[in-house]
């Protein structure tokens, strides 16, 4: 699969146009054709995804009907892995 490498400038006007318009991470990356994995990255990248306080992490054991291993909420966005994996990433995916 290709990669499209993007400008430092490039990056920070997607971000500033993600945070000015309010939408979910999902319907911007649709509307500007852009991987939703590539903004989330940038996001924590620039550590515009932290919000002071609580973060909520569910953790639970794989469910035979869904194999979900872990599901992480950061604001809107949920990270969902389904595979095992360590703790410390975990840590690291909620900030």
Request: hydrophobic share 35%.
């Amino acid at each position: 699969m290709y990669e499209r490498s993007y400008k430092q400038e490039e990056k920070g006007q997607f971000l500033k146009d993600y945070m000015e318009s309010g939408k979910s991470i999902r319907s911007y990356c649709e509307d500007k054709k852009l991987g939703k994995a590539t903004l989330h990255r940038w996001l924590t990248k620039e550590n515009k995804l932290k919000e002071p306080g609580f973060s909520a992490m569910e953790i639970r054991m794989p469910q035979a009907e869904d194999g979900l291993f872990a599901s992480i909420e950061l604001g809107t966005s949920v990270i969902r892995i389904y595979q095992a994996v360590a703790v410390n990433y975990l840590k690291e995916l909620a900030g």
